[in-house]
């Protein structure tokens, strides 16, 4: 008999022959991942250890022994966001739900793509999305997909938008007389500039907006550059509004700049990615006042409502826009009813990512992820608290969300220099 160079638990025998061994592995790895996270207090949140080469390839496998040894270094040597000292980014601790979704989803390995590929987590997506949507003021006639990541979303808004407004789905941007622009502030995310130029329009075509003292858009420099833009023969298609900035966590106006949009007939976009979770707080859900006007929105679950990555989707007033000016049929897929999510989405292949969404949802409920938000926002107060009474400490707005962004000011030593080496102890200790 042939020697086999296969591990018997390489894959799991689906007549369970080889489960014995399918189950010492499952339990090893998932026990030495519940010891790395139930001891995360332990390490600090940013690894000093060395990392070691892994561009090694065994010629026969290892055993279990010896690779988890190797998990385990990597377990300690990656970031630690489940320090209770962490701080610093928007990344958060997953909840336990979403995990176990993920391997979930990855053991089905269902192709997002269609229908017949993914027939019961198609279903879910559509309706989960669907339900979302009306949390941000939408009514049925609302659809969207899920993404992976918000760049990803905002690529997938802004091309719908510019289909909408030229006709460029068959034809390209050569019939276009003047060059198709964006208004978004200057400190919206620059996955907008990299949508712009996928899109074949030009990092140039994203034009900034100022913002005031709290990094919202200035509505009024908006219109002007409205103006400007119509002046200098370019054709103005979409307004982005930010509900959630990267750096500061700051939303936007966005009635206001609903009102332009729509005196303007510009598509309305409001990137949401982060500040979306506000719709499951009745508490500051008004926050968000307005963003129903939007015609499209940006939100990541993968943030503020802590679904391990990637968990992003963008959603559409009208999903009829988004199929008339998006879709692509594929002639590979079966003809229904139900349009397959791979013919609507810039992605083909998909993980299916909703699943951990849903699964959280179903185990913390809306009562819990209400809890979550608010008491976030009560850390957030009691953090500014404490930065305003130290005179050597200043704050780069007043936030709109649980993200606060605060430097030193010492008056005896190069302020740069400071906040740098503040940062790297934070992000270190």
């Not at 997002?112 to 949507?133: A, K």
């Not at 140039?204 to 919202?216: F, H």
Request: proline share 6%; charged share 20%.
């Amino acid at each position: 008999m042939k020697q086999s160079f296969v591990p018997s638990n390489a894959f799991i025998d689906p007549y369970g022959r080889n489960m014995p061994e399918a189950k010492h592995l499952m339990e090893a790895v998932m026990s030495l991942v519940l010891s790395n996270l139930s001891s995360a207090s332990q390490r600090l949140p940013m690894s000093q250890s060395l990392k070691p080469s892994y561009a090694y390839f065994p010629e026969e496998g290892l055993s279990t022994e010896e690779i988890l040894q190797q998990l385990k270094g990597i377990l300690e040597s990656s970031m630690n966001p489940a320090h209770p000292h962490y701080i610093g980014h928007m990344d958060s601790i997953p909840t336990l739900m979403s995990c176990l979704g993920e391997f979930i989803s990855a053991s089905l390995n269902n192709n997002m793509l269609s229908l017949e590929m993914s027939p019961v987590f198609s279903h879910i997506e559509v309706e989960v999305i669907q339900t979302i949507s009306q949390f941000f003021g939408y009514n049925e006639k609302a659809g969207g997909v899920m993404l992976s990541g918000g760049s990803l979303a905002n690529l997938q808004a802004l091309a719908v938008a510019r289909n909408h407004a030229f006709p460029v789905l068959q034809n390209g941007l050569s019939g276009i007389d003047g060059q198709p622009v964006v208004f978004a502030s200057e400190v919206a995310h620059t996955s907008l500039q990299k949508a712009a130029m996928l899109l074949g329009l030009g990092t140039s075509s994203v034009i900034p907006v100022k913002t005031n003292a709290n990094s919202q858009m200035d509505t009024a420099d908006l219109e002007v550059k409205i103006k400007q833009a119509r002046n200098q023969g370019k054709k103005p298609f979409a307004i982005v509004a930010t509900a959630g900035t990267t750096v500061t966590g700051n939303i936007d106006p966005i009635p206001a700049i609903a009102e332009i949009a729509q005196q303007y007939r510009l598509w309305l976009h409001v990137d949401a990615a982060y500040g979306g979770a506000l719709v499951f707080s009745k508490k500051h859900r008004d926050r968000l006042t307005g963003i129903d006007k939007a015609d499209s929105i940006t939100f990541n679950p993968q943030k503020w409502m802590y679904i391990a990555k990637t968990c992003a989707m963008v959603i559409f007033k009208d999903r009829t826009i988004l199929e008339k000016e998006f879709r692509i049929p594929a002639p590979y897929m079966n003809d229904t009813e139900f349009t397959n999510l791979g013919e609507i989405s810039v992605q083909g292949t998909r993980h299916a990512d909703i699943l951990k969404l849903w699964l959280s949802l179903q185990h913390i409920g809306m009562k819990g992820y209400e809890q979550l938000l608010d008491e976030s926002y009560v850390l957030m107060e009691t953090f500014i608290e404490q930065i305003k009474q130290r005179p050597y400490l200043e704050l780069a707005s007043e936030p709109d969300t649980n993200i606060c962004c605060f430097r030193g000011r010492p008056e005896y030593i190069p302020p740069d220099q400071w906040n740098l080496e503040l940062q790297q102890t934070l992000l270190r200790d």
